[in-house]
């Protein structure tokens, strides 16, 4: 027996139950149903993004167009973008930021560890090197070399065709209105890990206490 479709779903009223479901839950929280709808919209819109962000599709074409999957792959075209990149790209109001391997691990949010390795690997691959800190001399810091940032600066320049050729067919308006929100929206995922327990307390408990109570917990 094949799975049910979708659209089946949605006719009889699976998907849009537990949709109606939430929206009632969230009510009850104090959040009207007009943005709880929204919510459920962006959400949808995040989780298709999260997968395509995932297959990291421009990064690939970059390296594949430039004849460079061979020599760098995505995992390590991030820690050289973390390298290169200025600490306000990853969120730092430090315009002179001293890039460490604690510092790539910091911005690509990996264990120190697997930071360490990926960035050994790029020094042995001669895309990156190790320096003495100006400020400390007991600190060492990592840098790009030439190649590495010849690689960094084409990968940049490919997405940047690209993207701009997408917004170029956008209005004025609609760039005037995204750019600002989509930033608004990016910083408050920054925060959103600490709302519910701090904002919603009692809801935060009594779903605790229901999932205690469901069977299979160790």
Not at 40 to 48: A, P, R
Not at 70 to 93: H, K, R
Not at 178 to 202: H, K, Q, S
């Amino acid at each position: 027996m094949s799975a049910p479709r979708a659209d089946d779903l949605l006719e009889d009223g699976t998907i849009a139950g537990r949709n109606t479901e939430l929206t009632n839950f969230l009510e009850e929280a104090g959040i009207d149903s007009r943005t709880s709808t929204a919510a459920l919209e962006i959400d949808d819109v995040l989780q298709q993004w999260r997968r395509r962000v995932n297959k990291r599709e421009l990064g690939s074409a970059a390296l594949a167009a430039f004849g460079l999957a061979e020599e760098v792959d995505l995992a390590q075209l991030d820690v050289m973008m973390a390298i290169w990149a200025p600490a306000s790209t990853f969120g730092s109001d430090d315009a002179e930021e001293e890039v460490m391997v604690s510092t790539v691990a910091a911005r690509l949010r990996i264990d120190p560890s697997r930071a360490s390795r990926l960035t050994s690997d790029l020094i042995a691959r001669g895309l990156a090197r190790r320096t003495v800190s100006q400020r400390d001399a007991r600190r060492t810091l990592v840098e790009l070399t030439e190649r590495g940032t010849a690689i960094i600066e084409a990968v940049r320049q490919f997405k940047f065709l690209v993207l701009g050729e997408f917004l170029s067919g956008w209005s004025e308006e609609e760039l005037a209105l995204f750019v600002p929100l989509f930033e608004r929206f990016v910083t408050w995922t920054e925060e959103a890990g600490d709302i519910g327990n701090n904002r919603f307390p009692d809801e935060i408990n009594a779903i605790s206490a229901r999932l205690a109570q469901v069977p299979g917990a160790s």
